[in-house]
């Protein structure tokens, strides 16, 4: 019973495509994350939403478009893909931080972009 | 701002030796502290974790304190097997409950 899934976990793609990420918590918590691990195992968050709503968005290209349909869905729309956006990306889900001290953050498999 | 330096590996080591990966950390106040293990080919593990000054965290034999003199959580085991083979990462937690990770320590168990 996977607490946080996510699909593709392998994904091989051309140069200038568009491709998504989809990401589904069962947890019941009210924030979800994207986490961007590169080639040199350096973990960095990209965003986060709570409750739908975008709280971080860590600098990151506009390429890069999260989307929240609910609290327990946070998808990864990448537009014009570059071989720089090889990696692994992890979704991640919490309970509420404003409520929750010491939050345990839980990460998904991960799901292996390759960018060719 | 918040940062986390880990010891570089990788650390290699015989079955049934002790383990030591050490972290330090830079933050404002408190944050809680992690170690999140990541297996080969697999995602991130939450391992331990400690919210406040002197907590230990403790998970398959492994424990890590809390220490705030000395700004650090460093991970122990007294004695690894292969099966713990695995990247090991340090973090803590900033604002937004943003997760801010050390570069990882790749450890290597030798049978």
């Known amino acids: 019973d996977t607490a946080v899934s996510q699909t593709p976990k392998y994904l091989v793609t051309q140069m200038g495509n568009d491709k998504s990420i989809k990401c589904e918590q069962n947890?019941?918590?009210?924030?979800m994350y994207w986490y961007k691990q590169d080639s040199k195992k350096f973990l960095k968050i990209m965003f986060s939403?709570?409750?739908?709503?975008?709280?971080i968005n860590e600098t990151v290209p506009n390429r890069f478009s999260p989307k929240s349909p609910d609290k327990a869905h946070l998808n990864l729309h990448i537009n014009s893909l570059e071989l720089g956006d090889s990696a692994v990306y992890f979704c991640?889900?919490?309970?509420?931080?404003?409520?929750?001290?010491?939050?345990?953050?839980?990460f998904g498999e991960g799901s292996w972009l390759t960018v060719v | 701002g918040n940062s986390v330096t880990q010891m570089e590996g990788p650390v290699t080591l015989s079955e049934e030796a002790f383990l030591t990966i050490n972290c330090t950390y830079t933050?404002?106040?408190?944050?809680?502290l992690f170690w999140y293990v990541q297996y080969p080919g697999e995602g991130l593990q939450l391992l331990l974790k400690a919210t406040k000054a002197d907590d230990k965290g403790s998970n398959k034999g492994f424990e890590a304190t809390y220490r705030k003199e000395t700004t650090s959580f460093h991970l122990e085991k007294g004695s690894v097997q292969v099966s713990d083979s695995a990247v090991y990462f340090c973090?803590?937690?900033?604002?937004?409950?943003?997760?801010?990770f050390g570069a990882g320590t790749r450890l290597a168990v030798h049978p």
């Open positions: 973090a803590l937690i900033g604002g937004y409950n943003k997760l801010i």
């Open positions: 933050a404002t106040g408190y944050p809680s």
């Open positions: 939403y709570n409750n739908k709503e975008l709280i």
């Open positions: 947890l019941g918590h009210d924030t």
């Open positions: 991640a889900s919490s309970q509420d931080p404003g409520r929750v001290f010491g939050n345990t953050i839980y």
